[in-house]
T-cell receptor
């Protein structure tokens, strides 16, 4: 079974731009969660989607948004990028929302 | 707010030494508990998990963890570490009754094993 895939793997953007990251979950997984990983703040929950519905959102500004499609693939969008948005963005999928989450390799976003 | 605390930020051990990494969480309800590992250049992968039952759980690569409900703890152990165990270790909690995939992670512990 293929694992969680994320595209692109690396992105370089400048302040003020916007970015869209994509995540394809493991086949059959309907729950997709997103996390931001930085050296200073560690791993922080962004949001979770299940059956195209956002069911939980972390403590991030409205510039961070996401969606899930009917095939469970998910995208997250960050608008008006700031330097502090530079991070590794991880996507995880699970069969059971409160069960084991399988993580993708992440998208490394650098904001200049 | 719910939180997860890992006691050690950076641990250095020699090969064959025993390992214990501490983890405490602050939520009093039903929780599912996890330890994830991130090897250099690799993505997060699950070491072990606890949902219910025997509080001593065994994971991959010889790791085990003990859930002590009264202490809100889920400490990770390995009797004899290897150089290949060098990695970052994360304890994580999910509220069992929340029905949402919100993992709360500890700050992580960097383990360096000297050959």
């Amino acid at each position: 079974k293929a694992g969680v895939t994320q595209t692109p793997r690396y992105l370089i953007k400048t302040r003020g731009q916007q970015v869209t990251l994509s995540c394809s979950p493991i086949s059959g997984h309907r729950s997709v969660s997103w996390y931001q990983q930085t050296p200073g703040q560690g791993l922080q929950f962004l949001f979770e989607y299940f059956s195209e519905t956002q069911r939980n959102k972390g403590n991030f500004p409205g510039r961070f948004s996401g969606r899930q499609f009917s095939n469970s693939r998910s995208e997250m969008n960050v608008s008006t990028l700031e330097l502090g948005d530079s991070a590794l963005y991880l996507c995880a999928s699970s069969l059971d929302p409160v069960g084991e989450q399988f993580f993708g390799p992440g998208t490394r976003l650098t904001v200049l | 707010a719910q939180s997860v605390s890992q006691h050690n930020h950076h641990v250095i051990l020699s090969e064959a030494a025993s390992l214990e990494l501490g983890c405490n969480y602050s939520y009093g309800g039903t929780v599912n508990l996890f330890w994830y590992v991130q090897y250099p250049g690799q993505h997060l992968q699950l070491l072990l998990k606890y949902f219910s039952g025997d509080p001593l759980v065994k994971g991959i690569k010889g790791f085990e963890a003990e859930f002590i409900k009264s202490k809100f703890s889920f400490n990770l152990r390995k009797p004899s570490v290897q150089w290949s165990d060098t990695a970052e270790y994360f304890c994580a909690v999910i509220h069992g009754s929340s029905n949402t995939g919100k993992l709360i992670f500890g700050q992580g512990t960097t383990l360096q094993v000297k050959p």
